[in-house]
């Protein structure tokens, strides 16, 4: 179906170096630029063997695990920006070690292990993560701060002093959105916490800045964060984007398996899964785009398949495309920007295997970073 894919297996992510590279140089432009910290949340985005490429441009990473802790150590050589819903007495001297700031969603949270880490080998900056309590975001699931959320302290709940070693506020408010939907999250947050950020030495303001995204304003990105900063001069200034790094840098590259037709839809089933491969999919809900096909806008319009993924879930599938041709099975099919928020949620649900993992190389090389087996099945259960 494509030339440029023929060595590929399927079926495969595959990550695109050009333009990696691309949105890496804009990233760090609105850095320099704005003068603050950019650095990459791993939730959106792990794969550690590109991770080079990242060092080149100067990035950092974010962490709320351990295990994402570990890897920026290990992989990204440097300590985390670390946030996570809730510590234990096993893992937050783990978080400390791989750590340069933490941030704690509850004052309970802080009280409990602040001594810990002002007592840690290496200094460790701690702030708290507040809740500004609004957000542009309109999809239940992505919204941190919908009613009742269990993520940041509001302001009525922190009171009017902070405890002694807060050195920071971290806030997350945003999901893909832009540089108006910050200005309004910053005027909440000052008509909130107004009141403490002369106290603190810095302010992570989260994820959620698709500045990479073609019709982003980065140009009012950066002079918001100016005007921002020489109105705080003794905040140091942080933002933790996942998607913008990733975004539209790389496809999923699947295989026609069968093409069933039930009540008049034809359904083209691939060997990859909605539900084990692109989750996003069908818990945002969006339609992704297909390379060579476009929505299927008139009724009783020729080569019109739904496309059904490989699990036994009867949910899993997406409709309706409209094909150039009639699909049959060899044909393949590549999901569009499939890069962030997928290899960090795959999973092997029904035992469904995960898609292997390619680059393709500025100079049109491809290399196969990784492909899966039985016994990356078997071996998760052990």
């Not at 495969?12 to 630029?33: D, F, H, M, Q, T």
């Not at 990204?76 to 096993?90: F, I």
Request: glycine fraction near 8%.
């Amino acid at each position: 179906m494509m030339r440029e894919t023929n060595m590929i297996p399927s079926p495969c992510y595959v990550v695109e170096e050009s333009p990696l590279r691309g949105n890496l140089a804009l990233i760090k432009r609105v850095s320099e630029r704005a003068d603050v910290d950019i650095i990459l949340a791993f939730k959106a985005f792990s794969l550690w063997k590109t991770f080079p490429l990242f060092r080149e441009y100067g990035f950092r990473s974010t962490a709320s695990s351990v295990n994402e802790a570990r890897l920026a150590w290990e992989e990204m050589g440097s300590l985390a920006h670390t946030y996570s819903p809730a510590y234990t007495e096993e893992n937050f001297p783990v978080f400390v070690r791989y750590s340069s700031h933490i941030s704690f969603n509850s004052l309970s949270q802080f009280n409990r292990f602040y001594p810990q880490a002002a007592t840690a080998a290496h200094p460790v900056s701690c702030g708290l993560r507040v809740n500004p309590e609004y957000s542009e975001v309109k999809t239940g699931l992505y919204n941190p701060c919908a009613p009742g959320s269990r993520l940041g302290i509001t302001a009525h709940n922190l009171g009017d002093t902070l405890p002694d070693g807060v050195e920071g506020f971290h806030f997350h408010t945003l999901c893909e959105s832009t540089s108006r939907d910050l200005e309004k999250t910053l005027e909440a947050l000052e008509k909130r916490f107004g009141r403490f950020l002369r106290q603190l030495k810095w302010l992570n303001m989260g994820g959620g800045h698709l500045m990479t995204r073609r019709d982003y304003d980065t140009e009012h990105l950066v002079s918001l964060l100016k005007s921002f900063r020489s109105k705080y001069p003794n905040l140091k200034v942080m933002l933790e984007p996942g998607s913008a790094f990733a975004w539209q840098t790389g496809y999923l590259l699947t295989t026609v398996v069968d093409v069933v037709e039930n009540g008049g839809i034809k359904t083209a089933i691939i060997d990859a899964s909605f539900s084990c491969h692109m989750p996003d999919c069908l818990e945002m809900p969006y339609k992704p785009a297909i390379r060579g096909a476009g929505d299927a806008l008139s009724p009783g319009a020729p080569n019109v398949y739904r496309i059904g993924g490989c699990s036994c879930l009867s949910g899993d599938f997406m409709g309706d495309w409209q094909f150039k041709n009639p699909l049959t099975p060899g044909d393949r099919i590549i999901f569009e920007d499939m890069i962030h928020y997928t290899t960090v949620k795959t999973t092997m649900f029904n035992g469904v295997p995960h898609p292997a993992i390619a680059i393709i190389h500025e100079d049109g090389s491809t290399e196969i970073y990784r492909t899966f087996t039985y016994g990356d099945y078997k071996n998760r259960m052990n």
